[in-house]
């Protein structure tokens, strides 16, 4: 079953078509790869799934709906959610108010809750701290909650960035390179949570450039080099892909790479 279906979809920034006349599909409840050669587009193509860019032309439907023109606020109470690279973690902070904050963001109350106390402040205030304890919990990082997240390993900020995603009940959650640096036994343990959050209901999106993890990992992948999809299929069907072999690899002997 389809749950974001994209037509046509085009970025320009200027001259520059950073994404290009996409047509793709992500279904529900799979693990979907983005992968592509530096400046691909893999990124504005998610802030163009995610409302922070909107797309020059094209659509965007949401499990039916018409959300191409839905900024990033209101995709996130859709049920779209992406994580940041670990850089926007506020390292001062612990686990948990970074988790707090994120779902803060998302939920309701106002400037004016916020300054007079209100009991739907206080509510939603009790509910984020649940939610983000279930979060941290289901990514394995409950221990380390007050931890302030300078201390913590990059890996258990992955996670952290991880947790701030699912803290907003997602239906579906963008992952934008979570396996970048980070070494193979933490990457393996990554590569189990996002079964897991596939296990739990949510799809996952994800970019990555470690293919050993997406070939393994992925049910479906999109393969963009400048902007425009030049295949998409099982990880068996693009590794024997003479295109992307081409353009992705430059023409490189495929076999150890992917
Ligand atoms: N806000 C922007 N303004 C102008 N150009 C942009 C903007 N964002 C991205 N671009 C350009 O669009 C193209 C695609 O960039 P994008 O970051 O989406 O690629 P990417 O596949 O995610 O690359 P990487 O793997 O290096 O992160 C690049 O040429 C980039 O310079």
Do not use: W
Request: glycine residues 8%; neutral net charge.
């Amino acid at each position: 079953m389809t749950l974001i279906k994209l037509e046509g979809l085009t970025k320009r920034f200027g001259g520059l078509t950073a994404v290009s006349d996409v047509d793709f599909e992500i279904e529900k409840g799979k693990i979907t790869a983005i992968i592509g050669p530096n400046g691909a587009g893999k990124s504005t193509f998610f802030n163009l799934i995610s409302g922070f860019h909107r797309p020059t032309s094209g659509s965007i439907m949401f499990e039916g709906k018409d959300i191409t023109k839905t900024p990033a606020h209101i995709g996130a109470r859709l049920g779209i959610a992406r994580t940041f690279q670990t850089t926007h973690l506020f390292e001062r902070s612990s686990v948990i108010d970074n988790v707090i904050v994120g779902h803060r963001l998302r939920t309701k109350s106002k400037l004016y809750d916020a300054i007079f106390r209100t009991r739907r402040e206080k509510r939603e205030e009790q509910m984020a701290y649940e939610k983000a304890m279930t979060a941290l919990e289901f990514v394995g990082l409950a221990d380390l909650a007050t931890m302030q997240v300078a201390t913590i390993s990059q890996e258990a900020k992955k996670r952290v960035a991880i947790a701030l995603a699912l803290a907003t009940d997602p239906k579906v959650i963008l992952l934008d390179e979570p396996a970048a640096g980070i070494n193979p036994e933490e990457t393996d343990g990554l590569a189990e949570l996002m079964k897991k959050i596939v296990q739990n209901g949510i799809t996952v999106c994800t970019i990555e450039h470690k293919m050993q993890m997406i070939m393994e990992l992925a049910d479906q992948i999109l393969v963009l080099n400048h902007g425009a999809k030049i295949a998409e299929g099982t990880p068996e069907e693009i590794k024997t892909n003479p295109t992307v072999i081409e353009a992705y690899l430059g023409g490189e002997s495929v076999a150890e790479v992917i």
